[in-house]
């Protein structure tokens, strides 16, 4: 079997997620690096290929145009930026295969939607004025795929990006595309140990101006995720 993977010297999706937990050391490695942008439109491709996704059409141009904006970073955010979506989307797409989730056209909106879902994220929170980062972020993919947006779907997937909203991190969701992107989102901090939380939480201190120590930002937010679990079976295992 043909192995599509993300970068010299890395494997394949397919590989992390059937030897999985035992390779989350090999998706650490590539997640956490942060020496150079990530190839977005590379990534997503090979994840498309390696879930059995290869008729992507007019999709093909949108996920290039979405893969050139998420590897900009305009307010040079130090945590919410194209390493944060690199993790999303592939911890995404490992739940979507620990899922089986099969969907085609599903799997190229969980990945478009992983991509994108802080797209344009201001860095410090909007103060009085909830869900406008995740607005933003939805107005921009939006504008760019508008034309492969039904009514439906542009309902469900504004309320996707609202969902990532994580002090309001809704209690019932049945679609699991959000069931997946919410874990995922949440994942990307918590997936890789204590030690690492609180690397990545050190570049949110930074990000959002936060006096205190990293540890101690890093524990509120395990605070938070008392009331707040994961949804999907797979997500739970992981950690």
Known sequence: MRQYIFEKNHPSL??????????????????????KK??????????LFDMNVHKIGNFRNILKKLSKLSS????????????H???VVLISCLLAKLSHF???????????????HDLNHQGRRIVNKSYYQEDRSFKELSFIAFKRLSNRNYKRFQRVFRST????KPINVKDHLEKIILDADVL????????????????????IRFDNKADVLFRGFLNLLNTKSLYLDSSKKSC
């Open 14 to 35: 397919s590989y992390i997620a059937r030897n999985w937990p035992n390779t989350k050391h090999l998706l650490k490695k590539f997640v956490l690096s942060n020496y």
């Open 72 to 83: 900009q970073n305009f307010t040079y955010n130090s945590y919410h930026d194209q390493h």
């Open 102 to 116: 099969k969907n085609s056209e599903e799997i190229i909106w969980l990945i478009i939607i992983a991509l994108t």
């Open 165 to 168: 909203y994580f002090p309001v």
């Open 38 to 47: 990530p190839n977005f439109y590379k990534i997503c491709m090979s994840c």
């Open 188 to 207: 990307a901090s918590l997936m890789f140990g204590m030690k690492t939380g609180i690397k990545l939480a050190e570049r949110l201190k930074h990000e």
């Open 85 to 87: 979506f690199k993790a």
